[in-house]
């Protein structure tokens, strides 16, 4: 876990030196604890943290600025003068017009196209208003832009090799997934130069090899892919369908929609899951901020000791007694001034109810983003498979499965993210032939079925919903 940098009020930032230094040491750890020796190493799959760019320059390889996270703000501004710009309401108009006339989900998108912080595409806009040597680089045709894939792939090979992968383009909102190349209208659009973009590679390939100076040997890269999407395939969630719950610093509801590409919908947006040759699977994701941030806040300001107890916390009183939490830490898209609050306290409150406010939390924001998919996403929902830290929590587990009134799967190693990038490699470099030796290899280490009427938690829903309400604006 890189730590991350505040510089300013909103500013998220990561030291690319510290990135690739913690990167190179944890790969020599793994293989030394695992008793193996580098020239072992069959192949390298990389998956990472998606939306967070640096730029810098083609010649000499120095970086323009620190990374910028997706979690990162500074764009606000900006983003709230376009989304209230005349020529935004133009572009609506005429994207409906096109949609209404074609009926093609490609224009449904920009029919209602809001800009929003976490989009790499208004940061970038951000850089090149505001970072000379960046803007100046560019017209020379001296500047490349890259996610972490990408600048890890560049130094791996002492930058003999410049690429990404489909998922993590398809991540940063300036890639267009249904021509599957970077997005000249919303360039032109935001005065982001194109000749900074990296090719676009299959998700499973071999993007070459790492220089021998790094390892000790000449390790072969062979597959780029982006955290959520290789939680996905870790899952193998392989068929149309299959969803993903990915509970982590923040959640992630993924369902795959096969060869169907959704048009975006407010809540949901589609992305490229993996290309392999001539195969693509597309997603549809929904996302909500502050789930492992809120509860390491919790803990910081020493609600519980260690995140284990919380479960028991919560589960050792029967209601949060109108206690309600609502989450929201990073500059929400369609309210900037929504903040984090708790509502309902009295002096009969505990930190138990605190604690089980946080976590209820959590299960109405799944039950949200679930009804939003059953409701958009055309495709019947098939198996569910959760992963990331907050799935250990049993507590937020249960409720979800009760609100939802489903199975849910967890698996036994919950960081499938690592899990993926090593499959895709694997069937890269041969290692697997196909995706049913994969599946035989999964562990599911617990089930949750419904125990409780999804109608027993209206009235705390209600509370929590009408808490939210208040917190906007």
Known sequence: QVESLYPRPGWVELDPEVLWSQFVGVIKEAVQAAGLHMRQIAGLGISTQRATFITWHKKTGKPFHNFISWQDVRSAELVNSWNKSLLLKVIHIIFT????????????????????????????????????EAEEAARKNDCCFGTVDTWLLYRLTKGSVYATDYSNASATGVFEPFTKCWNPTLCNLLSIPMSIYPPVKDTSFNFGSADCEIFGVPIPIMAM????????????????????????????????????????????????GWKIGEEVVYLVEGCMSDIGTAIRWAQDINLFTSVDETEKMAWSIVDSQGVCFVPDFQVSVNDPVLCASFMGLKPSTTRNHLV?????????????????????????????????????????????????????????????????????????SGFWTDKEQLKKLRQVEAVFEPQKDSKEYKPAMDTWLQAVKRSQH
């Open 97 to 132: 017009v096109l949609h209404f006339l074609t009926g093609s989900d490609r224009y449904l998108a920009p029919s209602f196209l809001t800009f929003s912080t976490q989009q790499t595409s208004m940061k970038l806009s951000w850089v090149f208003k505001n970072i000379y």
């Open 225 to 272: 892919v982006a955290d959520q999407q290789s939680a996905m395939f870790g899952e193998c969630c392989f068929q149309p369908g299959d969803v993903k719950l990915t509970m982590g610093t923040g959640g992630f509801w993924n369902v795959n929609t096969g060869q169907q590409l959704f048009a975006s919908r407010r809540g949901l947006y589609p992305l490229i």
């Open 356 to 428: 089980r406010a946080i976590l209820e939390s959590v299960a109405f924001r799944n039950k949200q983003l679930h009804d939003t998919i059953v409701q958009k996403v055309r495709i019947p929902l098939q198996t569910i498979r959760a992963d990331g830290g907050v799935s250990n929590n049993s507590f937020v587990m249960q409720m979800t499965s009760d609100l939802i009134n489903k199975r849910i799967e967890k698996p036994a190693n919950a960081d499938m993210s690592s899990l993926g990038a090593a499959f895709l490699a694997g069937l890269a």
